[in-house]
């Protein structure tokens, strides 16, 4: 089969800054690209480089699909703003013929899609602009009837495709989800609960999340809509916006440390790459530390690289602004979202602590290696004692606010009152808890 090349202009934000240029390739079994920064990007005074591993530079960075694994056909800062398992379901439902990475990519729409990298056509305007508009608050019951109907594999008309994949973008993740307009017009993420789910599983999500906050957390914003239901949706604020619309540079921890899975290292890692790369790397080596301590404690398996979440940082405290100047390429946590209490499945770390532990989900291997997060083993003790106590007496009162049943509640319970609790009381005997 002959070899075909695409060019696809990579522009920045709502300005649409030209960044460099994608070049990708396929003849039908294997897929590569090519990036290279555009002269006028780095003249640029507001330039960045777009991901750690490529740093500011006139070669080009080079990316073919590894192992099997065609997603890495693209760099890692342009793949995650393509769509994950849900979106890629629905692309494919309309789609005739084969599909690449870059089709993937640029059917997803340039309105919602994560982060600030956008694609450009030859005459300038950005891939792919869907219609309708972006649905609002109001539509909410609606689209979680389609959401339904597409993850029940129903025959979807051509209308109610176009309008699922135009409002889910780039959405990672299996599960239902879509973009919608919030009451203030903000961008929102709203996660559906199916008649598949054994348990309340977007109610326990908004209320795990509280429970971070509450626990020193900078999680993600979220409430439930449709709560009185028996199918309640969870609405999260995107993080990779600002108030007045303009985008926000993010990237995946798998992009931001260069591995080539979503499972293909350890806490150390992420750690390392923030002491060269973040702003304010104490504080950021701090709340890394502080997650790894709330994972284990509620029982979260779902922290692989994706979801850990990067945002680029202006040189104040808060994340870029429209015309604000940017900090050179330097990188803060977003907040922690996707976080997933399992009562039923085996406890164990999707990212490892350290080589030392592998993925054992043990707050005594995270205690040992404090050292490695920049963080004394007093401190490391004070904050897992006061973590464990906000989440033993916090987590039923959080459920309850969220909607869930006395029995629901029950049936969650080994995920927050486990061997690891125990562990903690041991370990922080006679710290006075804050």
């Known amino acids: 089969m002959s070899k075909t090349t695409r060019r696809v202009r990579v522009a920045h934000g709502e300005q649409l800054d030209i960044v460099g240029e994608l070049v990708f390739e396929t003849d039908g079994r294997r897929e590569t690209s090519l990036f290279r920064y555009a002269a006028e990007w780095l003249e640029n005074p507001q330039r960045f480089a777009i991901a ?11 990316q073919s699909a590894f192992g099997g694994n065609r997603r890495t056909a693209l760099p890692g800062p342009v793949s995650d703003g393509a769509p994950d398992a849900w979106g890629r379901g629905l692309i494919r439902k309309g789609w005739t ?24 056509d030859e005459n300038g305007p950005p891939l792919a602009c869907s219609e309708p508009p972006v649905p609002r608050l109001r539509d909410l019951e609606e689209l979680r009837r389609l959401a339904q109907k597409a993850d029940g594999d129903w025959e979807l008309t051509p209308t109610e495709r176009e309008q699922l994949i135009g409002s889910v973008g780039s959405l990672g993740g299996a599960r239902p989800k879509v973009n919608i307009r919030d009451q203030d017009g903000s961008l929102a993420i709203a996660k559906f609960t199916t008649e598949r789910d054994s348990m309340p599983i977007e109610r326990l999500e908004v209320a795990t999340l509280e429970l971070a906050r509450r626990a020193g957390v900078n999680a993600a914003a979220a409430r439930l809509e449709l709560g009185c239901t028996d199918r309640p949706v969870a609405l999260l604020q995107r993080f990779d916006r600002v108030a007045d619309g303009s985008r926000i540079c993010y990237l995946s921890a798998q992009s931001f440390i260069g591995a080539q899975t979503a499972t293909d290292a350890f806490y150390t890692d992420i750690a390392d790459a923030l002491r060269t790369h973040a702003f304010a790397p104490t504080a950021q080596l701090a709340e890394l530390f502080r997650r790894i301590l709330f994972t284990i404690l509620v029982s979260n398996n779902d922290d692989h ?23 050179q390429g330097r990188w803060a946590l977003s907040p922690a979202f996707d976080i997933n209490p399992q009562p039923q499945r085996r406890r164990q770390l999707e990212t490892g602590i350290s080589e030392l532990s ?27 004692a006061q973590m464990s106590a906000v989440v033993a007496a916090q987590w039923r009162p959080c459920c309850r606010r969220a909607g869930m049943t006395t029995a629901e509640i029950k049936r969650c319970a080994p995920a927050f009152e486990h061997e690891e609790h ?3 009381r041991r370990l922080t005997r006679g710290i006075e808890k804050a």
């Open 422 to 424: 125990r562990i903690a």
């Open 358 to 384: 592998g993925n054992a989900a043990s707050v005594e291997a995270a205690l040992e290696a404090a050292p490695f997060f920049d963080i004394h083993q007093d401190a490391a003790t004070a904050m897992l």
């Open 305 to 327: 690289l994706k979801n850990h979440g990067l945002l680029l940082v202006s040189e104040g405290s808060g994340p870029e602004r429209a015309g604000g100047r940017r900090s």
């Open 52 to 62: 750690p591993t490529m740093p500011l530079s006139e070669g080009p960075f080079h």
């Open 97 to 120: 013929g084969p599909l690449t990475e870059l089709d993937y990519l640029l059917a997803a729409d340039d309105a919602t899609r994560q982060g600030a990298l956008r694609y450009l």
